[in-house]
């Protein structure tokens, strides 16, 4: 809009930015269509790469090349044609990745004008020579660190494949015991979607869509005050507004849903803050203890057969590898969602899309995911290669219950927390007799965090962290997981002088390899 009023004004602002905007034209075709940069010209162009590739073509092939980049080089999409060829190769010597920042040494950054949160790369590989493994090292903060075989480690070609097989981009190994916990998962589990071979092989039949873009689709939003002034609408519970021109649905973004958890925030908006004018808004529990409260969002958008009312899997595409928790999904009472909450869709029935959420949501799962997420948005084609249990593994069973009940049981009340999510507990079976839906479950604090421990529970087992025959080790790699969230410890030892879901989750494994998945667990 701004760069249209300018031109519209003819403000030679305007024609500055067209000469800008055909010289970057002009580059990328230069890139693509030269020749020169077969690997690095794909996508986003970003120049540093060019030189990457030219360099790497132009040493003689039993040559090495020593470069200092980006650290996107080996984790950006954009840049996965060449690490994957160099990596998954065994072509590449080695690869030290560093923050700018240096506060565990308490130093200046080593780019003092460049932001403390940078990172850079040095990579060391050759066109034609291999490597038995690469030495690596990952958010290191001085060159020193390079000799800690804790904080530096070999990684082979292999490995580079087996844990990143779409793109041989490389994962986040903060220390060896991430490295060695991780690839012994990826060892035993299959990715969502693996697409190393001829045919994509998914093992659970969904795929990934953005159902409304916040930019390209705003025409299609309306505010409140446009919903009571522009559209003539009046409100029809659920969160739901009526117009003459048809029904109209709250729009869903990423901050909004957390964990098991559609009413995380409403949405505020702050007119004065034009970086970021909408904000989270405070949610308590005793406002989710009512099943009828629903959260306010910026947006409403009118009902179609693309928002349709059955339920559906969201998560959150903002997501760091420093948050409190990566991977964050929740079920959403319709497909009326921003590209911020990107929909997982499929032909899943309801007690499918629990174990299926319940899996995203697995402690375990997530900390696979902080080893992979590499900038603010967690990518499809980062959760397409996350390992995902198959169905075949909630056969297993625990007592009286298989896997599948028991995680169905725990989702179901995890879930349906208010009336908007009867869909969802209709496709569960939860009905009475004479086939009416049942009450929404209370929110409950502390019933909730049982309830997910035990779930974690399940699933290192399944994922075979937890290993009967090995109770006193597999339990110390429990422990290491769960320090590997420092903001949950933190809250959890603040709010109740331990850490609890922890705590919780480790005596539910033994009450579940007892065979005994309803015991009475205090804690």
């Known amino acids: 809009k701004m760069i249209k009023a300018l031109e519209k004004a003819g403000d030679p602002l305007f024609a500055d930015y067209a000469k800008a905007d055909r010289r970057a034209a002009d580059t990328m075709r230069m890139a693509r269509k030269g020749g020169h940069y077969p690997l690095l010209s794909r996508g986003d162009i970003n120049l540093y790469s060019l030189f990457v590739e030219r360099a790497y073509r132009l040493v003689k092939p039993g040559g090495m090349v020593g470069l200092l980049t980006p650290s996107g080089i080996a984790s950006d999409l954009s840049a996965s044609a060449f690490f994957r060829k160099v990596a998954t190769g065994g072509h590449l010597k080695a690869l030290y990745d560093f923050e700018n920042r240096r506060t565990r040494h308490g130093q200046e950054p080593f780019f003092p004008d460049v932001d403390s949160r940078f990172k850079f790369a040095a990579m060391i590989a050759s066109p034609a020579r291999t490597f038995e493994a690469a030495q690596c090292g990952f958010f290191l903060q001085s060159t020193g660190e390079r000799a800690n075989p804790d904080q530096c480690f070999p990684i082979a070609a292999t490995d580079f494949a087996r844990v990143n097989p779409n793109t ?10 991430d490295m060695a916990l991780t690839t012994a998962i990826y060892a035993r589990c299959p990715v969502l979607v693996d697409r190393s071979g001829g045919e994509p092989v998914a093992a659970w039949p969904v795929k990934y869509a953005t159902m409304f ?12 005050a446009e919903l009571e002034g522009k559209e003539g609408a009046w409100p029809i519970g659920g969160n739901r507004w009526q117009s003459p ?10 901050r909004m849903i957390h964990q098991f958890d559609h009413r995380a925030a409403s949405v505020t908006v702050n007119e004065e803050n034009l970086h970021n004018a909408a904000l989270s808004g405070e949610i308590t529990a005793a406002m989710k203890a009512d099943p009828t409260f629903t959260p306010e969002p910026q947006f409403w958008i009118q009902s179609t057969g693309n928002t349709s009312s059955r339920p559906t899997i969201a998560f959150r595409d903002i997501a760091r590898a420093t948050d409190a928790r990566t991977c964050i999904a929740a079920l959403l009472p319709h497909r009326a969602a921003g590209n911020t909450a990107p929909l997982i869709i499929g032909e899943l029935n309801g007690p499918e899309q629990a174990c299926f959420l319940a899996n995203l949501n697995a402690v375990i799962l997530d900390y696979v995911t902080r080893q992979k997420a590499q900038s603010t948005h967690l990518n499809w084609y980062i959760v397409e290669q996350l390992p995902i249990l198959a169905s075949a593994a909630y056969d297993r069973a625990f007592g009286a219950k298989t896997a599948a009940e028991i995680v169905r049981e725990s989702v179901l009340e995890l879930t349906y927390t208010a009336h908007d999510m009867a869909p969802f507990a209709r496709d569960m079976g939860h009905v009475d007799e004479a086939g009416e839906v049942l009450p929404p479950f209370v929110w409950d604090e502390d019933r909730r965090l049982a309830l997910r421990a035990r779930l974690d529970a399940l699933y290192f087992i399944l994922y075979d962290v937890f290993d009967p025959a090995s109770p006193e080790q597999s339990r110390d790699d429990v422990r290491y997981i769960y320090s590997t969230f420092p903001i949950v410890e933190r809250e959890e ?5 331990r850490y609890r879901s922890r705590d919780l989750c480790l005596a539910w494994i033994n009450a579940l390899i007892a065979g005994q998945p309803d015991a009475a667990v205090e804690g």
Do not use: C, K
């Open 213 to 224: 873009h916040m930019t390209n689709d705003s025409h299609l939003f309306r505010t409140r």
């Open 493 to 497: 030892q603040a709010r109740w002088g």
């Open 245 to 254: 021109s048809g029904e109209w649905v709250p729009l869903y973004v990423g």
């Open 168 to 177: 041989g981009t490389a994962p986040i190994f903060r220390t060896a015991r």
